[in-house]
């Protein structure tokens, strides 16, 4: 792919409303390669205190480098302002995801599409969870969770 073409996959999939096909071809485009390991979370797969802003969670693949794996997902919002004003919640539903979710593997990231129910409107965010080791005021050392903030790396 050449750049002029580059900017138009950039430029068809992020200025438009969301398409699954448009997001897959740049995601392929992006990474090169991945597995299609694909499934659904929806309903009862979904945790319930998060069930009032997620609608389903879809895996279209798995991309792994070095030891890492980035899972490729699709988050339906159950409403529209869900996007602008639940970006917490988002982000720690997916934390929850990458932690195991339903006793899975840890993963160390995800490029996450999250979309509005009419689809007008969506957004493009990287969730990762960095650790740090951190002594407490005993002396021990506990291992601390730290996630990306949720206002960062969107488009």
Do not use: C, H
Not at 79 to 87: H, I, W
């Amino acid at each position: 792919m050449n750049k002029e073409q580059a900017k138009n996959l950039i430029i068809e999939t992020f200025e438009n409303p969301f398409n699954k096909e448009k997001f897959v071809i740049f995601l392929k485009n992006l990474l090169k390669k991945f597995e299609d390991k694909t499934f659904v979370y929806e309903g009862n797969y979904i945790p319930d205190a998060f069930k009032q802003y997620i609608s389903s969670l879809e895996r279209i693949g798995k991309y792994s480098y070095d030891d890492k794996e980035i899972d490729l997902l699709i988050v339906q919002l159950r409403k529209e302002t869900s996007l602008e004003r639940a970006r917490t919640a988002q982000r720690n539903f997916i934390a929850w995801y990458l932690k195991g979710s339903r006793g899975g593997k840890l993963k160390d990231a995800a490029l996450v599409a999250f979309v509005s129910p009419d689809e007008e409107d969506w957004r493009f965010s990287l969730v990762k969870i960095d650790y740090r080791f951190e002594e407490t005021p005993s002396g021990k050392v506990k291992v601390k969770e730290e996630f990306t903030p949720a206002k960062r790396w969107s488009f």
